[in-house]
């Protein structure tokens, strides 16, 4: 504007500095709630990491029911990194790979540790700690598989995802105290123990589809919103057994479905293969 301009401004009462010192301020308070909105999904991530090692060094210690539950909060905040940074179009390459650093610690490196402890898989001599670094490995090759490949159904992972292999491990240990509570004398075999987290493992890095809670609608049908209702009732009356159970379930649900859509000639719905395979959002 010209000092004539601003001369005629200032005539009729119209505070030009002050306006414009206002749209700075504007601009200053939109660039600070973007930045806010950039490190929201990373802080989450850094939750996830801090409870990854927390339940390591638990598991260390020898308090096997407070691992288990740094790996369940180490998924619930990578439950939700991965959605804010959606919501908020926050998404980049440098959080994906943040994400899938903490995940392998997280649902890798600390589930492997707590059923090693637990377990007692030392008393196994080689084969003990092999069968949890093979967890390891698989959880850090579902992970590599997932950040580069879209997978193969609509609407379903590639294999049991991580974070859902980590947390059927804490909640078998959690399930396992319950039980130990109410007044049960036993002790899992070794034996038991490796071939559960070998299991896992092999799960997470086969090709066997499993549902994506991504694709629930919980709008429709009505019938889906009344089972999280009652599931995340069920989690805050007894979460031991209940997310056991859930662990249970889901773990089965992929290997069953795929056994009986082979029977029944009812393959699922296949994506498109991309030509240049690209990075996806966060697990």
């Known amino acids: 504007m010209s000092n004539e301009g601003n001369e005629e401004a200032g005539a009729v009462g119209i505070p030009v500095e002050s306006g414009r010192r206002r749209f700075r301020r504007r601009r200053r308070r939109a660039g600070q709630r973007r930045r806010g909105l950039f490190l929201l999904p990373h802080l989450l991530t850094t939750g996830n990491l801090f409870f990854g090692f927390f339940a390591i060094v638990q598991a260390f210690a020898g308090k096997p029911d407070q691992a288990a539950l740094g790996i369940i909060l180490a998924a619930v905040c990578d439950g939700l990194d991965g959605r804010v940074a959606r919501l908020a ?14 995940d392998t610690v997280s649902f890798g490196v600390a589930p492997a540790m707590l059923a090693f402890s637990a377990g007692n898989l030392q008393l196994l001599g080689r084969p ?86 991504k694709q629930m609608d919980l709008r429709q049908p009505f019938g889906t919103l009344v089972l999280v209702v009652v599931a995340l009732a069920l989690i805050a009356q007894e979460p031991s057994v209940t997310l056991f159970l859930i662990g249970v379930v ?30 996806t959002s966060q697990e």
């Open 89 to 102: 179009k926050t998404t980049s390459q440098f959080g994906v790979e943040y994400d899938s650093i903490a």
């Open 128 to 213: 003990g700690w092999v069968m949890a670094f093979l967890f390891t490995a698989c959880a850090a090759l579902r992970l590599a598989r997932f950040n580069v490949s879209q997978g193969r159904y609509k609407g379903r992972f590639e294999g049991m995802p991580s974070p859902a292999a980590a947390c059927t491990v804490a909640s078998t240990q959690w399930f396992v105290s319950f039980l130990h509570k109410q007044g049960f004398a036993f002790s899992t075999p070794e034996w038991m123990v490796a071939g559960g987290v070998a299991a896992l493992g092999l799960l997470m890095v086969s090709a066997i589809p499993y549902r994506s809670g």
């Open 250 to 279: 889901y773990t089965f649900s992929g290997p069953v479905e795929w056994i009986w859509r082979r029977v029944k000639h009812k393959p699922l719905e296949k994506l498109p293969v991309p030509t240049t395979p690209e990075p």
